[in-house]
């Protein structure tokens, strides 16, 4: 969630709402996790995280690139009006050209005329063949411990207080004749 999303800011120039700036927001911290294996801001519950995405400066690991760097730096900046994508169509241009894409052909891509970097064998499609055993050999439904009082590996919803209710009906969100 891009910070201003946090701050209740409305700061689209189109009206009131967010603008396309929390897209690019959320194209940085997408970018970020894929190549860290993190979210760019962390805490131990909801309100931790929105404090740290708000007020925590930007650290990037050091074995990033510096062109990854520079990229992720431009697209998690707090301020939405400074951040690259705020100026809509001359920054997708700037980001087409930008280091970390040196080497795509957005001719091409466009024209669907790249092969991708890695094509999966498949001999079936209804084999997991492509991912790793330490998924596939998971049970079906895995037990999860509750941990009281914040996270833990077997509870990843650990200091979230959301509980559901247990019927759609109960809820009120079926009514009397509704299919599920």
């Excluded at 520079?70 to 301020?79: A, F, I």
């Excluded at 063949?129 to 079906?140: I, K, Q």
């Amino acid at each position: 969630m891009a910070p201003e999303v946090i701050r209740g800011s409305e700061l689209s120039s189109i009206g009131p709402g967010y603008g396309k700036q929390c897209d690019w927001w959320s194209l940085g911290a997408l970018g970020f996790d894929l190549l860290t294996g993190s979210p760019p801001f962390g805490g131990n519950n909801y309100t931790k995280i929105q404090q740290n995405i708000v007020k925590q400066k930007l650290s990037l690991p050091y074995f990033l690139s510096p062109d990854a760097k520079d990229l992720l730096t431009r697209l998690l900046r707090k301020e939405p009006n400074k951040r690259l994508g705020a100026k809509g169509k001359p920054d997708v241009a700037i980001m087409k050209k930008h280091r970390f894409f040196r080497k795509i052909d957005w001719v091409k891509l466009e024209k669907r005329e790249l092969e991708p970097p890695i094509r999966p064998l498949i001999t079936d499609p209804e084999l997991a063949e492509n991912f790793s055993t330490e998924f596939t050999n998971l049970g079906v439904s895995p037990i999860r411990e509750r941990v009281t009082g914040g996270l833990s590996s077997t509870d990843p919803f650990g200091g979230f207080s959301y509980v559901a209710s247990s019927s759609l009906l109960e809820a009120g969100y079926l009514g009397e004749g509704d299919d599920i």
